[in-house]
């Protein structure tokens, strides 16, 4: 890519992000070439269509995301490394309004541009969650799949005026909920 075309670029994904933060993913195409000071052409010439410039905004959010999994897998206590990273991916999902109803649809869909983050930001938190479980601090009648549609209920309440104020106690009470004491009745499959 040529250094101008680059500059436009990164310029179209830095405008992107700031009206997507406040438009939500509904955002419009048009208001971010206007604010980015480019035409239309170039905003297709770089983004074809609104899941390709999502797609570009958040891969890298998402893959951060994988990545902090990682790192925490790593470092931290079982439980810890699940709470941390379930409180990173509960704020990346409230970043940008109508974010979770988007990750729903890429992570049914192989051909949507996201599958891939959206999958294997799905699979890092499984595998944090069966650290857990291993380790004998998460309750054992949950799997990746109960866990990442807790988070996108977390992130949804952030999207609900009445129930946002409320996002960080239920935080709080969700992950109490998932972390369980050794021996402790919800161990068993219900």
């Known amino acids: 890519m040529r250094a101008d075309a680059k500059k436009n670029y990164n310029h179209l994904l830095t405008i992107a992000g700031e009206v997507v933060s406040v438009q939500g993913v509904e955002a419009s195409l048009r208001d971010i070439a206007r604010k980015a000071d480019v035409g239309m052409g170039t905003l297709y010439r770089h983004f074809p269509s609104r899941e390709a410039l999502l797609e570009a905004l958040l891969r890298s959010s998402l893959d951060e995301l994988t990545q902090h999994a990682k790192t925490l897998e790593a470092s931290d206590a079982a439980d810890e490394a699940l709470l941390n990273w379930s409180r990173a991916a509960v704020a990346f999902t409230q970043k940008y309004s109508g974010i979770v109803d988007l990750m729903a649809v890429a992570m049914a869909d192989e051909n949507s541009a996201l599958h891939a983050s959206c999958t294997q930001v799905k699979s890092s938190g499984a595998r ?6 291993a380790a004998g601090s998460a309750r054992k009648d949950i799997d990746g799949a109960d866990l990442m549609a807790l988070i996108a209920a977390l992130g949804w309440l952030n999207d609900q ?3 946002a104020p409320r996002a960080d106690r239920l935080f709080n009470i969700i ?3 998932i972390r369980s004491a050794p021996g402790a009745a919800n161990d068993k499959k219900r």
């Open 161 to 163: 005026p009445s129930f």
């Open 128 to 133: 944090l969650l069966g650290r857990a479980q």
């Open 175 to 177: 992950a109490d909920a």
